[in-house]
């Protein structure tokens, strides 16, 4: 009978060494994929504020053309969000991710190579649709990754610090890259994260099962959008045209309309995109509504002085970046010690207390006039600052714990497609206001004003709440 000596063979070893060496390092580069799709997300909501005034200046346009820069970009990524997330449980987290960073990386170079302001608003738009795949999807490939939820806590950690990182650096970035190559680089940097991130994601993360069952719901999506778009446009264009302009009174309607229609979809559909019955939790309709007025008051804002610290006081790129580090560095430390105060004092109380302290900020800027000096706005900045990250991780917290974990991850997509939707409607509203020379400060004092009133609210539906129950 013969034998068969068996041979030690090298290329076999050096395959078992590469699978051995992918399983080991696969999770953590997953989570390294995820994290960069959104970093990526939030660098692109703080980094273009930095380059309004050069944009205005290169493609031409007021007041009016630059918030549809910033908003085109929101109003995509608030609409398309809960959608977004449908669809990678229904063809799988990956495959969706993937397409979203891919798309999310060409968009980037269509707007680095925008001829006019329409294209770049265009492009905009689709770098906030992909924004929204991104954002969903990668949680959702986080928590087929980390089985432990231990681990999957502390991978949430790191990548929402990272996502924390980038909206910190984005000012700074922005004015640093505005200054030595032009504004067009702001958007050119997204190109080797986006090629990273697919490369990694490609390599290292597994495809989540498919959920054939899970619908999309079109005709929400569709009315969603309608609603968002002709509210934002009404707002911005009132600004520009005047409240009682015919097509700003038609926008106005057209958004009363669509909104009914979404509302009565929503109510009506099997699946819809976003379940009214979470609503009649009151924890969460609260949270909700919460997250809604502080991001119009916090994006408003940071639109309102990019324009003031460029526009007014004739600042540098370079120099607006910096003035908001500080009011941006802050959030993470106060996300961090959010926690230990509501061991403390309770949830709803430091929600409460994070919006007191940021309208007192709010309040204590309606000094600014032409020529202040960063040292009499910085301090006020940092507060409203801490403000937010106080508030913030209990508002979620919260806002999770009033439903039951199966929904919980619907209920995170709600909230940041209402927080987005504040966002939309803060630069919406407040670009508004805005004039020329003493009409700008003017309209800063008013955006002001309006900031320390809705976030007051926010403070007073969370006051004397510790106790309630859904």
């Known amino acids: 009978m013969p034998t068969t000596s068996l041979k030690f063979h090298p290329r076999l070893a050096a395959a078992g060494r590469s699978t051995s060496a992918r399983s080991r390092f696969a999770t953590p580069l997953t989570l390294a994929a995820m994290s960069l799709g959104y970093g990526v997300v939030q660098l692109d909501v703080t980094i273009v504020n930095t380059a309004l005034n050069s944009i205005g200046t290169s493609l031409g346009g007021g007041v009016a053309e630059l918030q549809w820069v910033v908003s085109a970009y929101t109003i995509a990524f608030a609409a398309f969000i809960l959608t977004a997330g449908a669809l990678g449980d229904r063809i799988g987290a990956k495959r969706v991710f993937?397409?979203?960073?891919?798309?999310?990386t060409a968009a980037s170079l269509a707007c680095a190579l925008a001829a006019n302001a329409t294209i770049l608003i265009l492009a905009r738009c689709v770098q906030g649709l992909a924004a929204a795949i991104l954002?969903?999807?990668?949680?959702?490939?986080?928590?087929?990754?980390?089985?432990?939820?231990?681990?999957?806590?502390?991978?949430?950690?790191?990548?929402?610090a990272g996502a924390s990182l980038a909206l910190t650096a984005g000012p700074f970035v922005g004015g640093?890259?505005?200054?030595?190559?032009?504004?067009?680089?702001?958007?050119?940097v997204n190109l080797p994260i986006g090629l990273v991130g697919l490369w990694l994601a490609w390599r290292y993360a597994d495809e989540t099962p498919t959920l054939r069952q899970r619908e999309i719901d079109l005709p929400g999506q569709v009315t969603a959008i309608a609603a968002l778009a002709a509210l934002a446009g009404a707002l911005i264009e009132?600004?520009?045209?005047?409240?009682?302009?015919?097509?700003?009174?038609?926008?106005?309607a057209a958004a009363a309309v669509m909104g009914g229609l979404f509302v009565w979809r929503e109510a009506s559909a099997p699946q819809p995109m976003l379940p009214l019955s979470l609503f009649g939790h009151r924890l969460f309709a609260l949270s909700a509504l919460v997250g809604l007025l502080v991001n119009i008051a916090f994006y408003g804002l940071i639109f309102v002085f990019s324009l003031y610290f460029q526009h007014v006081n004739a600042w540098s790129p370079f120099a607006t970046g910096l003035a908001f580090v500080p009011m941006m560095g802050v959030v993470l430390p106060a996300n961090l010690i959010a926690a230990r105060v509501g061991e403390r004092i309770g949830a709803p109380q430091t929600i409460a207390l994070g919006a007191v302290i940021a309208a007192a900020g709010s309040?204590?800027?309606?000094?600014?006039?032409?020529?202040?000096?960063?040292?009499?706005?910085?301090?006020?900045?940092?507060?409203?600052?801490?403000?937010?990250?106080?508030?913030?991780?209990?508002?979620?917290?919260?806002?999770?714990?009033?439903?039951?974990?199966?929904?919980?991850?619907?209920?995170?997509?709600?909230?940041?497609?209402?927080?987005?939707?504040?966002?939309?409607?803060?630069?919406?509203?407040?670009?508004?206001?805005?004039?020329?020379?003493?009409?700008?400060?003017?309209?800063?004092?008013?955006?002001?004003?309006?900031?320390a009133f809705v976030l007051l609210v926010a403070a007073a539906i969370w006051r004397g709440r510790t106790k309630v129950a859904r």
């Open 98 to 104: 993937m397409a979203g960073f891919a798309l999310f």
């Open 135 to 160: 954002v969903p999807n990668s949680l959702a490939l986080l928590n087929h990754a980390y089985a432990e939820p231990a681990a999957r806590g502390r991978a949430v950690g790191f990548w929402a």
């Open 238 to 252: 009132g600004g520009a045209l005047g409240w009682t302009h015919a097509l700003v009174l038609a926008a106005f």
């Open 363 to 451: 309040v204590a800027l309606l000094m600014i006039a032409p020529g202040t000096s960063y040292w009499a706005i910085g301090p006020q900045l940092v507060v409203i600052g801490g403000g937010l990250g106080l508030l913030v991780p209990p508002l979620t917290s919260t806002l999770l714990g009033s439903v039951e974990k199966s929904r919980s991850g619907i209920a995170a997509g709600v909230l940041n497609a209402t927080r987005q939707t504040g966002s939309v409607l803060g630069v919406a509203l407040f670009g508004s206001l805005l004039g020329e020379g003493g009409a700008f400060v003017r309209g800063a004092h008013t955006s002001l004003l309006i900031s």
């Open 176 to 188: 640093a890259l505005i200054t030595l190559v032009g504004w067009r680089s702001i958007f050119l």
